[in-house]
């Protein structure tokens, strides 16, 4: 392949915007990020990008479907679907997660997966990194809009399996769930990142999960515990939640889904100045009404999945919210523009900081020598113009 050089564009770095830069790629693999035109091969081709910004491409840790689509439909093109939805909201590396199911359906979506990961071509859409074992562990009173009668506590017969497939780089529970300790402490040997969500534990429980390894809370303030609901669990005195964990907990991450609807702008603002950067991810945990028009979806297995009414804006069932219907691109608008949080912490949260939990940030995550070559090419009102994956130009 030969060189490719950008010009012009505000390259953004994990700490800083860099002016004028020049960012440089072969072989689908960075070779230069910085200033100087001497890097700039001869034989490269030169993509001129005057006022507008280059960063690294997305990853989604939390994402269910998209394009008419759902990571749970059971078949090869339904994934696609997704991944080519997402792709095209910059987002170039994902981690399909699971919804409530039978086990018969999870090991189908499992395998599946392994298959769009080992097949994996850029006419595919985004790269299918790891799968995220999301559903089937959650707390029935938490479940949201997934099938209730699908939650259960984790059985380590069935979870086993799951994990054996060598595709789980995340892995979720509830950790007021019997078998929950277990569940994590057999996670830890084979997922990058234990979390909790769904879930309606107490501050003893979630440091019970804590010391077996879990470290991470799926989309902060949407179905999870707080004092309230713990008061009606556990009654009095009243119990710290994983709410209040979370924020005292420095090593502990979180997720939050940008998308304007779920959570208000100062909840978002406060988000990233509790935790940081550093350990609050962007996710879309998208369903499939991603890219469609407004209407009746399901949400999980197109078979059998429980049925959701997307505005076009978010999902819903009935009065409760049911996943996001808005891409990457979408949520990085709104935090950096409505929530006001710094472009270059914005982008982190969508990039280096997903990476780095799921332990593949020597490769993915930032412009960077020797990192894989996955860009996108912004207007300069943050309008994705082109998105460019190992190095070869997809959208």
């Known amino acids: 392949m030969a ?3 950008f010009t012009g564009a505000t390259a953004v770095l994990p700490d800083r915007l860099l002016n004028d830069a020049i960012v440089v790629f072969r072989d689908d693999v960075i070779r230069y990020v910085g200033t100087s ?5 001869e ?6 990008l005057p006022g507008g910004f280059l960063t690294p491409g997305f990853i989604d840790i939390h994402i269910h479907g998209g394009g008419g689509a759902d990571v749970m439909d059971g078949t090869l093109e339904a994934s696609h679907k997704v991944a080519r939805s997402h792709l095209r909201h910059g987002t170039t590396t994902i981690f399909p997660t699971t919804s409530t199911a039978t086990t018969d359906q999870l090991e189908a979506m499992l395998r599946l997966c392994i298959e769009a990961r080992d097949d994996w071509n850029i006419d595919k859409g985004a790269r299918v990194s790891g799968v995220h074992l999301y559903g089937p562990y959650f707390a029935a009173e938490k479940a949201g809009c997934h099938d209730k009668n699908q939650c259960r506590a984790p059985a380590r017969e069935e979870y086993l399996r799951y994990f054996e497939q060598g595709i789980i780089s995340i892995a979720t ?3 007021e769930l019997p078998g929950a300790i277990t569940f994590y402490d057999d996670a830890s040997k084979h997922a990058s990142l234990l979390t909790c969500g769904h879930s309606n534990s107490s501050w003893s429980e979630m440091a019970a999960a804590f010391e077996q390894g879990m470290r991470h809370v799926d989309h902060f303030w949407c179905a999870m515990s707080n004092v309230s609901s713990l008061r009606g669990r556990l009654g009095t005195p009243m119990q710290g939640s994983m709410l209040e964990y979370v924020l005292a907990n420095e090593e502990m991450s979180t ?5 304007g609807m779920h959570l208000s702008a100062e ?3 406060f988000a990233w100045k509790m935790k940081g950067a550093k350990r609050l991810c962007l996710v879309t945990d998208c369903n499939r009404a991603l890219d469609m028009p407004p209407g009746k979806y399901r949400f ?3 078979s059998d999945g429980a049925w959701f009414h997307s505005d076009g804006k978010v999902g819903r069932v009935g009065d409760s919210l049911a996943s996001a219907v808005t891409g990457m691109d979408h949520m990085v608008r709104t935090m950096h523009q409505i929530a006001k949080v710094p472009l270059v912490d914005t982008i982190r949260m969508a990039t280096l900081t997903p990476a780095e939990r799921t332990k593949s940030d020597d490769k993915l995550g930032s412009l960077a020598e020797g990192k894989q070559a ?3 090419v912004w207007n300069d009102d943050l309008q994705v113009q082109q998105v460019y994956i190992n190095g070869q130009q997809a959208v």
């Not at 035109?37 to 091969?41: A, E, G, L, R, V």
């Not at 034989?43 to 001129?48: H, K, N, R």
């Open 255 to 259: 997720e939050v889904i940008a998308d």
């Open 173 to 175: 529970c509830a950790a």
């Open 37 to 41: 035109k001497s890097h700039i091969p």
């Open 300 to 302: 999980g297995p197109q």
């Open 267 to 269: 909840l978002l603002w």
């Open 374 to 376: 996955d860009l996108v």
């Open 3 to 5: 060189d490719l050089a």
């Open 43 to 48: 034989s490269a081709s030169i993509v001129s």
